[in-house]
């Protein structure tokens, strides 16, 4: 092949191809080679590499090339980071230095060819950091789930100390105090289940004026910018899963935040919008509660608009650049929209969720109190089989259950619980209802548990029981076979709900005949 045959094939390239002399100096580079460092053929060749690097990546360079002419073999470099002085540019790449030799065999030259991984090499760093967020998740879920088989220790044994103390008024006080925190605290878990995201989203009837006003207060704590509301009052509700939108509403304004480190203001407005068929280019023609976020931040660029939910797109290198990819991934589990609008006056981020038919349930409070008569009487003779491998959780539980008049008997695993079952069926005393811990430690969960039962007895009615309020089976209960599900910490009054509307209407009819 001609000179110029080489030359056409190397511009054609899409590799970075350059020739040293053995000087050191650049006596060829090739088009694409030049575009990549942001800079044109003419501006590198005659140049050394201390003309154009920074000290550091040009000592590196000039350690490698001489290496190349000592020995006239060639030298890999992997995963190399590349700067120039101007302008300010920084690539990955890999590359191959290669000697050129004369027709006595002595290097006169090195060829050097290089390929741009930049990209490549973001996306295996956004893995990386995926894979160790997808290990912060499990282990936040199992700390979540681990704490609230704790509440739920406590909370229970709170309600029973409180029937037993019914008749001491300052007791029953300090008791609703404890339990009052104890439900704190399972605050902190939900924090953690959201972190750990995953899951579908386990979805009721918000209002969501109450949850604006609650994550505004904590997600602008410390910061130099203020926060107006303006929300309807007759907002519809919402049907979410609030943990998700607690964190997807956080990461808006976490991003306002930063966008004002001077300080500003952030104006959240909710408002109803009913989506007409005409318009359901924007969304699926429907009722929507509407929840827009405006800061007088700096504005985000038209090219960064673009990918501003994008999981591999980040300005930051704190390695906190998800938030906004993952409130997209959220919104759209939730059936809603997510977008942005941005000029230098600041940015507003608006969210669409699908509005609920069904008004929100009212807050359930346990407190420590007298015992209630419904509990004694409605209750009374069901025969309820428990099963949980944390003592701590059981021994409350079925405490509480024998207080309502309920028959309980307990396992601490599946295989026991299925044994449990078994004798009873053949007795022809069969439970009236399971409550079965979804997860139990090297041993059969809730749901193998249920399915080896229903061998048994296919009418067999069971609730599950999970400290992991995100996990599917508990957002998706009847798909696994289960009449309910019982989210821990759980109080007596949400027991008494589940037991009113799981049982048996054969249980039922008996305990009103007595």
């Not at 540019?89 to 050097?112: C, F, H, N, Q, Y």
């Not at 386990?202 to 997600?219: N, P």
Request: hydrophobic share 40%.
């Amino acid at each position: 092949m001609s000179e110029q045959q080489y030359r056409t094939l190397a511009e054609s390239s899409n590799e970075m191809i350059f020739m040293i002399d053995c000087e050191g100096v650049i006596r060829y580079v090739n088009n694409f080679a030049a575009k990549s460092y942001g800079a044109r053929p003419e501006d590198l060749t005659g140049k050394k590499h201390d003309d154009i690097f920074p000290p550091d990546i040009a000592r590196r360079h000039n350690v490698q090339i001489a290496k190349v002419f000592e020995t006239g073999k060639p030298v890999y470099a992997y995963d190399r980071i590349e700067r120039m002085k101007n302008p300010d540019r920084t690539i990955w790449i890999d590359a191959m230095l290669v000697p050129v030799t004369d027709e006595t065999g002595k290097t006169v030259s090195v060829l050097g060819i290089s390929r741009d991984i930049t990209d490549r090499k973001k996306l295996n760093d956004e893995i990386i950091r995926s894979s160790k967020l997808e290990s912060l998740g499990t282990l936040a879920g199992g700390i979540a789930h681990d704490f609230n088989n704790v509440l739920m220790g406590i909370i229970g044994n709170i309600t029973m100390a409180g029937k037993h103390a019914s008749g001491d008024d300052k007791l029953q006080i300090l008791l609703r105090r404890a339990e009052k925190i104890a439900y704190k605290a399972r605050s902190l878990t939900e924090q953690l289940i959201t972190f750990a995201r995953g899951g579908a989203p386990v979805k009721k009837a918000v209002l969501l004026s109450e949850l604006i006003m609650e994550t505004a207060q904590f997600a602008m704590t410390g910061s130099n910018a203020g926060c107006e509301l303006s929300l309807a009052e007759d907002l519809w509700p919402a049907e979410v899963d609030e943990g998700q939108i607690v964190q997807v509403f956080t990461n808006i304004l976490i991003n306002s935040r930063q966008a004002m480190p001077e300080g500003g203001k952030v104006v959240i407005r909710a408002l109803n919008v009913l989506v007409e068929p005409e318009n359901a280019a924007m969304a699926p023609a429907g009722k929507y509660v509407s929840v827009s976020f405006s800061d007088s931040g700096c504005g985000i660029s038209p090219e960064d608009i673009s990918r501003i939910f994008d999981p591999f797109f980040s300005k930051k290198d704190d390695g906190k650049g998800l938030g906004l990819a993952t409130a997209y991934s959220i919104i759209k589990r939730h059936s809603g929209t997510i977008s942005v609008e941005s000029d230098e006056r600041g940015t507003t981020f608006t969210v669409l969720l699908p509005a609920s038919d069904n008004l929100p349930a009212p807050e359930k409070t346990c407190g420590g109190g007298a015992p209630e008569k419904i509990s004694c009487i409605e209750f009374e003779g069901i025969r309820i089989l428990v099963m949980d491998d944390d003592e701590s959780v059981l021994f409350p539980i079925c405490d509480m259950l024998a207080y309502m008049g309920c028959s309980v008997r307990s396992a601490v695993n599946g295989e026991q619980a299925c044994k449990e079952y078994e004798r009873a069926f053949e007795r022809d005393v069969p439970f009236d209802i399971l409550i079965l811990d979804l997860v139990v430690k090297g041993g059969m969960g809730g749901v193998e548990t249920l399915q080896k039962i229903r061998r048994i007895d296919k009418d067999a009615r069971a609730v599950v029981s999970s400290g992991y309020s995100n996990d599917p089976v508990v957002a998706n209960y009847k798909d696994y076979g289960f009449c309910g599900a019982l989210i821990k910490p759980y109080c007596q009054q949400q027991v008494i709900e589940i037991l009113q509307h799981v049982r048996p209407v054969t249980a039922k009819n008996a305990t009103e005949s007595h």
